[in-house]
């Protein structure tokens, strides 16, 4: 019997580290025994070791060597606890674990957390004899003067408890780490390694990171030979990411569909300090509440933000302004330029002049949501208080009217029914409707659009990310570039987003539309005619029952049900009345290749309704 079907839905129900953790204090409860058999062909020589079994635990899941004895039970030919460094180090701030379920993959951001080498050491030592093969990987505090240094403590003080010990100066997430792995510095790195090791100790493995430049791989390996490294262990974390693979966890809830369950909320216009630090420490207080991944994955949330940062907020956060640079010409002048003001219509009595807001780009933008009104305002004023402890001005707030139960706007139409379903998420994979089903890349930077082109996104010289904490643009497909040189993607997992508040007037729209299509009336052929509803749809961009104008050109989805039933049926009458004619008092039976229809002709003919043709396209 197989537990993970049942043990999955609990781990899932906590946040990925949180269920790291869990799963390491459960493993310590269980008595360490001896590991499986496992077949004479899965036996591996290497440096000197016989391996069980060529498949064994990487380091970064038991860092802190907690439980190898109970690893090894489970099966695997060899355990590789760490990474230790010299001192105990916290880590990257939380959340820095994320989970990409849809590819069964996550995304690691920890940075060498673990409780030091002393630790791991006395754990290894009350182990006693090992049952199996359980190497240590060792690496370089964050904050240290001499990472060299570091790594020459960790082979002195871990030989005696490890079969083996690995240098690793592969991990992305130690800012600086794997300028280890340039020629230079991995020589004087190994030097030192090879003069500290003790010549009876452990064999030593070097881990390289997988996004290496044009002849690095090469080079890495002359070296590491030079310098009698035993093995080599490929890979760690990539910084690159596959084009079709979205990384929900960085990707805000609004992407993946309407927050429907969430009915109240507000809307909030900040305008950011100059002060880089404290604009920051405000967007720290704000971060916790904003909500990411699919909708399902926020039931316990009674409120949620949705943020979006303008041109100047993200100057004010501290973008260096060669990344400004990239950003689109329509974000970065606004609405309010004479071009774009001709575009929207905003002249006349509609200009930028007599707007309550907006003249000048808002910093900052929350939507704020919740499942009931005072939980919404409860956040709301928490993030506002924030803003003014820090000398913040109070924001403009735009109230959210909630929609009626029928799902109805106030011109009458209904809400979200055309709404563009991303494929890869939640409700793509759910047998979205074609007709609705959009490549990443059409809302979200980053992703292929449905070209098949993956739109350009705002970008950073490498030399603005020296602690490498951004993604690369596009995926590192080969060793023809060095990743150092890469430009970094600013965008990645971000989109656009336009806010704009529009006078509601339901009378003067109605009159509008009624003006249009009676000045309009002869531009179709019959049998369709234009109506209030069709010049209404054609400005709202889809008919009042929902249905969409790309299917339904010139009627709705429920008009042109109703236009084929008043069709079926007098066809039904007109073979009727020609089959009395010919033969009175018989049946007759009408077979063609989609339909069988019996009856008398002394029956009345059947009234064919609308489920009918609910599964029909028009």
Known sequence: MHLYPFIRPLAFALDAETAHRATIAALKWVPPHRPPNLPASLRTRVAGLDFPSPIGLAAGFDKDAEVPEQMLALGFGFVEVGTVTPRPQAGNDKPRLFRLAEDRAVINRLGFNNQGQPAAFRRLIECGPSRGIVGVNIGANKDSADRIADYVSGVRAMSRVARYLTINVSSPNTPGLRQLQDEGALRALLSAVAE????????????????????????????????GIDAIIVANTTVARPALKLVSSEIQSLMFGGLGFLKFGTCLLFELPEDIQAARKWLAAVMPHIAFNDGRRLVDK?????????ARGLQRLGLPEQGLATFPFAFLDGMTTAARARILGDVDRNASERWAWGRTQPDVALLIY????????????SLTDAAADLGMAKPYGIPLKMVSDGKEEPFGFVDGISQPVI????????????IHLVEPGEFILGYPDNRGNTPPGPTLPALADPDNQLPLVGAVGGFDKAVVENERDIGFNGTFLVIRQLEQDVQAFKKYCAQEARRLADRLPPPYDITDEFIAAKLIGRWKDGSSLTRYQYESRIESARRG?????????????????????????????TTTTTFSPTQTPPQLGFDFFRNWRF
């Open 370 to 381: 919740g499942d009931e009104q005072h939980f919404a305002d409860e956040l709301a004023q």
């Open 302 to 310: 009674r409120a949620v933000v949705t943020l979006a940062l303008g």
């Open 565 to 593: 039933l008043v069709q079926v049926n007098e066809t039904v009458r007109a073979r009727t009345s020609a089959q009395a004619a010919i033969e009175p008092g018989s049946s007759s039976t009408r077979c063609d290749k």
């Open 196 to 227: 500290a090791r003790d010549p009876k100790g452990p064999p030593i493995f070097l881990k390289v990171a997988p996004d290496l430049g044009a002849g690095e791989p090469e080079q890495i390996v002359r070296v590491a030979i030079q310098h």
């Open 423 to 434: 494929r890869g998420t939640y409700k793509g994979l759910r047998k979205a409707d074609p």
